[in-house]
């Protein structure tokens, strides 16, 4: 199977930095997208920033300028360095690997992968 582990969550202030970084581990062949998501209390999982396999990246409205993803392929891993942040960046962030191909057996299977989590809270 496929696991993601993130880490590079905590507390900071108003206007300060933050780097979260997530690593796909397992018998994987390709990932198309990865990604990273948030959900605030009371909120619906909302998404951050993606980075798409032939290089493409999308970010929500909310954070474009401020937030930028990057994605080492060979690594199966995604980074995104967040400055600039705001009380309301305050939120878990999940990192997504979608599109996952990998060995199963003597064949190749396909999957959408999420990360346990990890907590971001922007407060003075």
């Known amino acids: 199977q496929v696991q993601l582990v993130e880490s590079g969550g905590g507390l900071v202030q108003p206007g300060g930095s933050l780097r979260l970084s997530c690593a796909a581990s397992?018998?994987?062949?390709?990932?198309?997208?990865m990604g990273w998501y948030r959900q605030a209390p009371g909120k619906q999982r909302e998404l951050v920033a993606a980075?798409?396999?032939?290089?493409?990246?999308n970010y929500a409205d909310s954070v474009k300028g401020r937030f930028t993803i990057s994605r080492d392929n060979a690594k199966n891993a995604v980074w995104l360095q967040m400055n600039s942040l705001k009380p309301e960046d305050t939120a878990v962030y999940y990192c997504?690997?979608?599109?996952?191909?990998?060995?199963?057996?003597?064949?190749?299977?396909?999957?959408?992968?999420w990360g346990q989590g990890t907590q971001v809270t922007v407060s003075s």
């Open positions: 997504n690997a979608a599109g996952v191909k990998y060995v199963r057996g003597s064949s190749l299977d396909t999957g959408d992968y």
């Open positions: 397992g018998r994987i062949f390709s990932i198309n997208a």
């Open positions: 980075a798409i396999s032939g290089g493409n990246t």
